[in-house]
């Protein structure tokens, strides 16, 4: 069983549906940081989160840290979203910094 | 800023050749990664490095090496190339910050070994 469990692992919507994809943890984790990964193979940072809640124009990542658990919610989907989501759960170890991957949700918006 | 820049977007390798991918980055980031990434996998560390000078095995380090003599660079080699090296690479640097911490990837590379 891999520490950090993303699902669904494929996910296909309709334009202008509401999104949700989870991210569950094992291990003890610092921080949660939510990726996307581009068609083309480019990854960018979404989010760093730590406890709470954040917002960034139509995307929200939750965490709950008792339960180990993430959400990423995507509103008024859109198809320039469609894109792997990963999850990294910030993993500190020894004193350094260690990243433990999800697999990565592929998210398909259809015009 | 540039980012992370890494260097080459594809490369094919016969069974046995070395190679280095090129990794630098100009954000003064102390914290800096090699990832693989194999279809279906999650990113895999292969090494990571906390500073000039000071490097570290990841989870899967073996066939590889790596140095990093200043903070802009980080270059990953592969010595003897194998089939089981093919994979996409990706070349990271962390954002340092209680608040702000942030990772940022290079374009990744695409090797595959004939």
């Known amino acids: 069983k891999n520490e950090v469990e993303q699902s669904p692992q494929n996910l296909t919507a309709q334009e202008g549906e509401f999104i949700t994809i989870n991210c569950s943890y094992s291990?003890?984790?610092?921080?949660l940081h939510w990726l996307q990964q581009h068609p083309g193979g480019g990854i960018v940072s979404l989010f760093m989160?730590?406890?709470g809640k954040k917002k960034h124009g139509r995307l929200i990542a939750t965490i709950n840290i008792q339960e180990k658990h993430s959400s990423l919610h995507i509103t008024a989907s859109h198809p320039r979203d469609s894109a792997v989501y990963i999850c990294?759960?910030?993993?500190?170890?020894?004193?350094?910094?260690?990243?433990?991957f999800g697999t990565g949700t592929r998210l398909k918006v259809l015009a | 800023n540039a980012g992370v820049t890494q260097t080459p977007k594809f490369r094919i390798l016969k069974i046995g050749q070395s190679m280095t991918l090129q990794c630098t980055q100009d954000?003064?980031?102390?914290?800096m990664y090699w990832y693989r990434q194999d279809p279906g996998m999650g990113l895999k560390l292969i090494y990571y490095?906390?500073?000039?000078?000071?490097?570290d095995k990841g989870e899967v380090p073996n066939g590889y090496n790596v140095s990093r003599s200043t903070t802009e660079d980080f270059p990953l080699r592969l010595e003897l190339a194998a089939p089981s090296q093919t994979s996409v690479y990706f070349c990271?640097?962390?954002?340092?910050?209680?608040?702000?911490?942030?990772?940022?990837f290079g374009s990744g590379t695409q090797l595959s070994v004939l």
């Open positions: 990271a640097s962390r954002q340092q910050g209680y608040l702000n911490e942030k990772l940022f």
């Open positions: 291990v003890g984790i610092s921080a």
């Open positions: 989160l730590s406890s």
């Open positions: 990294a759960a910030h993993h500190p170890t020894s004193g350094t910094y260690k990243y433990i």
């Open positions: 954000m003064n980031h102390n914290y």
């Open positions: 490095s906390v500073g000039a000078g000071i490097t």
